[in-house]
């Protein structure tokens, strides 16, 4: 299997470029950190798209073969037109990230928000935004971190704290970080399709359920209205 190019085109007017693994499952969107590309999930995205997940991998604005921005744009309000577009197509989103940029996406809530989400290494404190989320129902999240990396661990930590109670930790001994710590410690990939089948399955089949019956409806009033 081969992924393929796509353009994901927001309601805002931007343009994201990456990789979609065409499989018939919940989709995830993979996100790298500030001044990574998507490469830096390369074998990851695929392994995890033979759990049966549709893996959107894709390039920030800024970043790769994405949009160039001329202004300062939150990468927040980016990242929730991204995910507003691909949910407007393939159903509930779960998302995957990793550094600095978790903690940034960590606040995400709401309709446009992403249902569940996995953040390896994240870093940066509870003052960055993890305490004060948006409003909205809260989101499940994993935490994936190496206990033997120094700050980098402790910061991990303190990410964990700020977050609310649906939230589980995953640590491992190693001084890997980021997709670096999955590939090096592959069982971690089987906790993270766990994850997402216990948060993310039941509200794609609901979301498919309803997507049917609404279109076997739009049939059955198109049939009448040609009798």
């Not at 001994?173 to 993270?192: K, Y």
Request: charged share 25%; aromatic share 4%; hydrophobic share 35%.
């Amino acid at each position: 299997m081969e992924p393929l190019a796509i353009e994901v085109k927001t309601d805002g007017g931007l343009t994201v470029r990456g990789q979609e693994w065409t499989v018939q499952g919940p989709p995830i969107v993979m996100v790298h950190d500030h001044g990574d590309d998507l490469d830096s999930w390369r074998g990851i995205d695929h392994l995890l798209a033979d759990q049966g997940f549709r893996v959107i991998n894709l390039d920030l604005p800024n970043h790769g073969l994405s949009d160039e921005l001329d202004h300062d744009r939150p990468i927040v309000e980016s990242v929730t037109e991204i995910l507003k577009s691909v949910s407007g197509v393939w159903g509930p989103v779960g998302l995957c990230s990793y550094g600095s940029i978790s903690t940034d996406l960590a606040q995400l809530r709401g309709q446009d928000g992403p249902v569940t989400h996995v953040m390896v290494s994240p870093r940066g404190t509870v003052d960055s935004g993890c305490s004060q989320p948006n409003a909205g129902q809260e989101v499940p999240q994993l935490v994936i971190a190496a206990t033997n990396d120094g700050e980098r661990s402790d910061e991990a930590r303190a990410v964990f704290d700020g977050l609310g109670t649906r939230k589980l930790w995953a640590s491992v001994a190693a001084t890997d970080h980021g997709p670096a710590l999955i590939r090096s410690r592959t069982h971690l990939l089987d906790d993270i399709a766990i994850f997402f089948r216990r948060t993310l399955v039941s509200a794609h089949l609901a979301w498919t359920a309803s997507t049917h019956e609404e279109a076997a409806a739009e049939f059955r009033n198109t049939e009448l209205e040609g009798e």
